[in-house]
């Protein structure tokens, strides 16, 4: 299982204790160190059953520096996903990838429910 993270961000930190504290083996991966593929996002997005939009970061200062509220709407997806590529602080973290699931976000409900954990 991959966490991927920002080190810095307090949701990410959260989760990252949650998954220690539940017992969970994780390889860590630093979101900004080792930005995702344009490849893993879109195997991660198709994977996770997620609108595109949810795989951004709407709360980075970069998405709104972009002003990515009004521009996304009118963008395709491969350019969602070039721009995705271009840097990890667009991408919503933290990301939690299974072999059979890929998280976007913390949500402990729907983390506990994917790791099968009452």
């Not at 991660?44 to 509220?69: A, C, Q």
Request: aromatic content about 10%; proline content about 4%; some cysteine.
């Amino acid at each position: 299982m991959v966490f991927v993270c920002y080190p810095k961000c307090t949701t990410c930190l959260k989760a990252r204790k949650w998954l220690e504290d539940n017992g969970i083996v994780f390889e860590e991966r630093n979101i900004k160190d080792n930005n995702p593929s344009l490849e893993e996002l879109k195997d991660w997005h198709k994977r996770s059953g997620l609108p595109l939009k949810k795989f951004f970061n709407t709360s980075g200062m970069l998405y709104r520096e972009l002003n990515l509220k009004d521009r996304l709407p009118a963008m395709s997806e491969d350019e969602q996903y070039q721009l995705l590529a271009s840097d990890g602080m667009l991408v919503k973290r933290p990301l939690l990838i299974g072999d059979s699931f890929v998280l976007a976000g913390f949500n402990e409900a729907r983390w506990k429910a994917a790791l099968g954990i009452k």
